[in-house]
């Protein structure tokens, strides 16, 4: 029932900045430290920042909007209950 994905895939999928936009709301972020490229420490903490501005916001979106295109027939399988 669990699928575990790394934290860089998690990151290439667009997700963090949407879900980091939600927990600005509440003063919370999910911060990455990265080196060469990859993500080698991730935790959640406290933040003054209240959104996003710029190109990232549309890349995110772009990013996402393509995950869920290439995993929309896995994720329709899932929500009905016939996947392994």
């Given at each position: 029932?669990?699928?575990?994905?790394?934290?860089?895939?998690?990151?290439?999928?667009?997700?963090?900045?949407?879900?980091?936009?939600?927990?600005?709301i509440f003063g919370w972020c999910i911060v990455y430290e990265i080196e060469d490229g990859k993500v080698v420490d991730c935790y959640p903490a406290r933040t003054?920042?209240?959104?996003?501005?710029?190109?990232?916001?549309?890349?995110?979106?772009?990013?996402?909007?393509?995950?869920?295109?290439?995993?929309?027939?896995?994720?329709?399988?899932?929500?009905?209950?016939?996947?392994?």
């Amino acid at each position: 029932m669990i699928d575990r994905k790394t934290w860089d895939e998690f990151r290439e999928t667009g997700l963090t900045l949407i879900i980091n936009q939600i927990l600005h709301i509440f003063g919370w972020c999910i911060v990455y430290e990265i080196e060469d490229g990859k993500v080698v420490d991730c935790y959640p903490a406290r933040t003054k920042f209240r959104g996003f501005e710029g190109d990232g916001v549309s890349k995110a979106y772009i990013n996402v909007s393509r995950w869920i295109k290439d995993n929309a027939e896995e994720l329709l399988k899932e929500a009905e209950g016939e996947s392994e």
